[in-house]
């Protein structure tokens, strides 16, 4: 087996060890039977799952004539960064019901990359900035699609609390009613997007900073840059208003929601979206 086979092979593997996930999380949560030794099952395949995505991943964006990085890879890594951290919360807040929805999600976003190889980066690779840039802008990206997911999240359990008549023996019913009031989770999401937040902020800082080092000017504004800069101001700002909303005005509930899911589609618009009408409809990869 050659290295390029050996890594598709684990890519694949992978992505099927997403799938079993998603099914063995819906099935838990459906037996009548729930143990914790069914949940642990889940934990343990899902601690693999992120392993095998962060050795895929690695070969994408290291092994393919040096540095190479794309809207196929963004994604891949904030799926992977928001899985890991979905593993982490889970010992904490009863939150693995969300595999459902992040699992499905991952296993295409962990065999993208093979298909969509992006833009080459080798003569930039030992850019400081540029390395800096793309480790902060995927963190804040992963704490904010964390956040838009415990959104969505708290949105679906509002509508149930909203549906008396609702069995709350099957299905999400099952996850809604073991998770925490609806404010410590509402807390746990403004502590998310604040640091994403400040993420974000570091991401526009560095983006200035590379720019700077490979341009010669703080900013190129351009057709292929314009959309990027636009979307991630955008994001920038709704986030920041929504936290200075809630420090000023107490915004919480749907208000909250709301501006949480407006934001995080400008984020995606940002870099994912531009990215991928860059390199998928126009065909460019620089």
Avoid: C
Wanted: glycine fraction near 10%; aromatic fraction near 12%.
């Amino acid at each position: 087996m050659t290295t390029p086979e050996f890594y598709g092979f684990v890519g694949f593997a992978t992505a099927l060890l997403y799938l079993a996930i998603a099914a063995l999380s819906w099935t838990h949560l459906n037996s009548e039977a729930s143990s914790d030794r069914g949940s642990g099952w889940v934990t343990a395949l899902m601690l693999i799952a992120l392993v095998g995505h962060t050795v895929t991943l690695g070969h994408s964006v290291f092994g393919i004539g040096g540095l190479r990085f794309g809207f196929a890879h963004a994604l891949s890594a904030t799926l992977l960064i928001s899985g890991a951290f979905l593993w982490i919360e889970g010992f904490v807040v009863p939150l693995r019901g969300l595999y459902l929805l992040v699992a499905p999600i991952a296993a295409a976003t962990v065999i993208l990359p093979a298909f969509f190889h992006g833009a080459s980066l080798a003569a930039e690779g030992s850019s400081v900035a540029l390395r800096l840039h793309l480790g902060v802008a995927v963190l804040s990206y992963s704490f904010l699609t964390v956040a838009a997911l415990h959104a969505l999240l708290m949105a679906s359990v509002d509508h149930y609390l909203h549906q008396p008549s609702a069995d709350p023996g099957q299905g999400l019913a099952r996850l809604f009613a073991r998770l925490p009031p609806l404010l410590a989770l509402e807390t746990l999401l403004f502590r998310q997007i604040a640091v994403g937040f400040v993420l974000l902020s570091a991401t526009l800082a560095s983006g200035v900073a590379f720019s700077e080092e490979l341009f010669g000017r703080p900013l190129r504004f351009d057709h292929t840059t314009a959309h990027k800069m636009v979307f991630a101001l955008l994001a920038w700002g709704v986030f920041g208003g929504l936290l200075i909303g809630r420090a000023a005005f107490g915004w919480r509930g749907r208000t909250a929601l709301r501006w949480t899911f407006i934001g995080f589609v400008m984020l995606l618009l940002a870099y994912v979206g531009s990215r991928f009408v860059l390199e998928v409809v126009l065909r460019r990869y620089g």
